[in-house]
């Protein structure tokens, strides 16, 4: 029989988060601004989510997407992201805008990330466990009222008015048994291990291969010749490098990790998550010694290091009480009860090649239901595993649109605490408003 005889710690707050990325951040610091006792739970032992942890290493969704190349950014995304990013434009942990096909994106120092995140929190009297994993969901009836978790110290319970899920796998909401979904029928977009090289010569590389950061046909072809020689075993031909803050290195994605049945791995399973990190490490070294071996710029290159896990694009997700639509997407939405912007294509990584559908001079709206579940009280689930069908997703999932699901359900939990509301009947045109007031400019033209 197993036992734990460790005491068990016991903590009442307002509101719960679940997962410290963009998402956890921004709906735990919004929380807490409006004077509410809020606690952080993250099974790392810093901040960041995909974004650090993975090693996604941008900010993504900010701009506008045009076909005129020669166009400046447009930035259509307001609100706590802004924040965020002054904080590390301040710290010298945020580079500029660079190309990223048809529209711009911003490479950070992921330590850099990490900081800033600790001085919101820290600022905010957001009471913080690290190194802390949730084990199961407190239930009375179907009201989430808390969770019990997993630390060195002992079991964690933690009671709360409002369970905020930012797990980004939708883990509280499938552990309280409510609805949940898994992209397309079961498949999900493949996990990537990111790496950064050091030792480049980035002006040689980019005067060679130019300066957007989706690498043009010229790498395309000789990946593609290097495989066909059977030199190297090079999974994708259609990658990303980007230069970052810091002298010499390159972020690069470019691994497309498969299972050996040639599945698309589903980190939710714990095979899956380990056969796509022992698969993960072994293409980053292919992509190195090819890069080193071909690539203008790259000839004394090494890698410094890769993604603490593998860089995870899509697994559970909650069951709103509106799902975001691929056609939403594609034709621009809006909704009156959108409470944010997304400029962001639709990336769907298979194949050699991944395919990219631009939304351009545009951007559609992602609705306040889509983190309101379907079933269950006290809970709000939100970030990549927002409600949303499989190519919806695959837009809707990036880090400028998390920071601004997190500050809508921050405010949608600060509400449901100092008004007595329930969740599900919080009119999210009431979020909107407030949005808009804190800086969002939903409202106002790009």
């Known amino acids: 029989m197993a036992v734990d005889r460790r005491a068990t710690l016991q903590r009442t707050c307002d509101v719960l988060v679940v997962g410290g990325g963009a998402t956890g951040v921004s709906a735990a610091v919004t929380a807490a601004r409006h004077g509410l006792s809020v606690c952080l739970i993250e099974k790392y032992g810093f901040c960041g989510g995909g974004a650090v942890a993975g090693l996604s290493g941008t900010i993504c969704g900010l701009y506008e997407a045009t076909d005129d190349v020669g166009a400046p950014p447009v930035k ?51 009471e913080i466990f690290f190194h802390t994993t949730v084990t199961g969901v407190l239930l009375d009836g179907d009201r989430v009222v808390g969770v019990s978790a997993y630390c060195k110290e002992g079991v964690l319970d933690v009671r709360a008015a409002t369970v905020i899920d930012a797990s980004g796998d939708a883990d509280i909401v499938a552990m309280a048994g409510f609805e949940t979904f898994i992209g397309a029928d079961g498949r999900v977009q493949n996990p990537t291990m990111i790496f950064r090289l050091l030792g480049v010569d980035v002006d040689r590389f980019q005067s060679h291969f130019g300066s957007d950061t989706i690498m043009p046909a010229a790498v395309t072809s000789l990946i593609q010749e290097a495989v066909e020689s059977r030199k190297y075993d090079l999974p994708r031909s259609k990658i990303w490098l980007f230069p970052t803050t810091r002298p010499g290195e390159l972020l690069c994605n470019c691994t497309r990790i498969v299972g050996s049945d040639g599945r698309e791995l589903n980190p939710l399973y714990a095979a899956d998550f380990t056969e796509a990190e022992l698969a993960g490490r072994r293409q980053v070294r292919e992509y190195a010694r090819f890069f080193r071996d071909t690539l203008v710029g790259c000839e004394q290159s090494w890698v410094n290091d890769t993604a603490i896990q593998v860089g995870v694009r899509q697994t559970r997700q909650g069951l709103g009480t509106y799902v975001l639509r691929n056609d939403d997407v594609v034709h621009a939405a809006k909704f009156a009860d959108g409470i944010a912007r997304s400029p962001w294509p639709i990336e769907l990584h298979s194949g050699q090649k991944p395919i990219v559908n631009w939304i351009k001079n545009d951007f559609y709206e992602i609705p306040f239901r889509c983190f309101v579940p379907v079933r269950g009280e006290g809970l709000l689930f939100a970030g990549r595993c927002l409600s949303a069908e499989h190519e919806a997703v695959a837009s809707a999932r990036v880090t400028a649109q998390c920071f601004s699901y997190g500050q809508a359900v921050g405010h949608a939990a600060a509400l449901a605490v100092s008004g007595s509301i329930a969740l599900r009947a919080i009119d999210g045109r009431k979020i909107r408003e407030i949005l808009n007031n804190e800086g969002a400019q939903l409202d106002d033209c790009p």
């Open 76 to 126: 259509v995304v307001h609100g706590f992201v802004d924040e965020f990013i002054h904080l590390m434009e301040k710290r010298g942990g945020l580079a500029p805008p660079v190309r990223y096909g048809k529209t711009f994106t911003r490479v950070h120092d992921p330590l850099v990330w990490r900081e800033a995140a600790d001085e919101l929190l820290q600022a905010a009297d957001v």
